[in-house]
């Protein structure tokens, strides 16, 4: 075991990428500080490995706990997702994704948990990007699978403990949130080369949504001009009448707040 540490405050997505430049063998497994791999996770990921050389990406799903207990959360999101997922193979244990998985995970998110993820050492050449503090993860997946096989393991690969320090977690109180940091991912994402229409179609599907989720929040915190603005916004990348019925509603809650 190596224990490496950074000069700096790099980040999540630094801390991952001085690991992946410091490993040395054929594979490159996650493992936040929130999680344990579960027995067998990495011996079962080495076998899919083999059965399937054209894979390059794993991840399977999360067991989640609660001062020790078992809760469930995120599973029916799994379930779903892997479901509509297509795919070349699939058997009780293991699905082989078809090479549009790039497109699911653009118009569906991000759907499994970072900490299950084991990746050839080829596919991680590629690094997180670290001027990123929330979605790092997200782009990388996304960018990885436009070029690059992805897998999952029906089973539990980890153990994730539920609490509030949580960074992945964390709720924000402000009408922002995370927004500004979520666009800057999906910036990133448009300016990959080689898209196509329906593929930038979805990428920008999801900035409109950003904004006009933000826009909503806005509104609840009385920022009035800040929503019409969002809704502008949003308006430039789609949803655009969801965005003119909002606007045109703008003014009927200002005045009902000032009634009140």
């Not at 590629?126 to 979605?135: D, P, Q």
């Amino acid at each position: 075991m190596r224990i490496l540490r950074n000069v700096r405050l790099k980040g999540p997505a630094g801390g991952r990428n001085t690991g992946i430049q410091a490993a040395k063998g054929e594979l490159v497994a996650f493992l936040d500080s929130d999680d344990a791999f579960l027995p067998g996770h990495l011996a079962e990921a080495w076998a899919a490995f083999q059965r399937f050389p054209e894979l390059e990406v794993l991840f399977g799903r999360a067991r989640y706990e609660r001062d020790g207990l078992p809760e469930e959360y995120m599973g029916a999101n799994f379930d779903r997702k892997l479901e509509i997922a297509q795919k070349t193979y699939s058997d009780e244990s293991l699905s082989v994704f078809s090479p549009d998985f790039f497109a699911h995970l653009l118009e569906y998110g991000c759907w499994f948990n970072l900490s299950t993820v084991v990746m050839r050492a080829g596919a991680a050449r590629e690094r997180m990007e670290e001027s990123l503090r929330i979605a790092e993860d997200y782009e990388f997946w996304v960018r990885l699978a436009r070029h690059r096989r992805f897998g999952c393991l029906h089973g539990h690969q980890i153990r994730y403990t539920l609490h509030e320090g949580n960074i992945s977690f964390e709720a924000s109180e402000t009408a922002e949130g995370n927004a500004p940091q979520l666009f800057r991912a999906y910036q990133m994402m448009l300016g990959y080369p080689g898209l196509t229409r329906a593929q930038r179609r979805l990428i920008e599907d999801r900035i409109a949504t950003l904004f006009f989720e933000w826009a909503y929040r806005s509104k609840t915190h009385g920022l009035w001009l800040e929503s019409a603005s969002l809704h502008a916004r949003s308006m430039r990348y789609g949803r655009i009448g969801a965005n003119l019925v909002a606007l045109a509603k703008l003014p009927l809650s200002l005045l009902a707040s000032g009634i009140r």
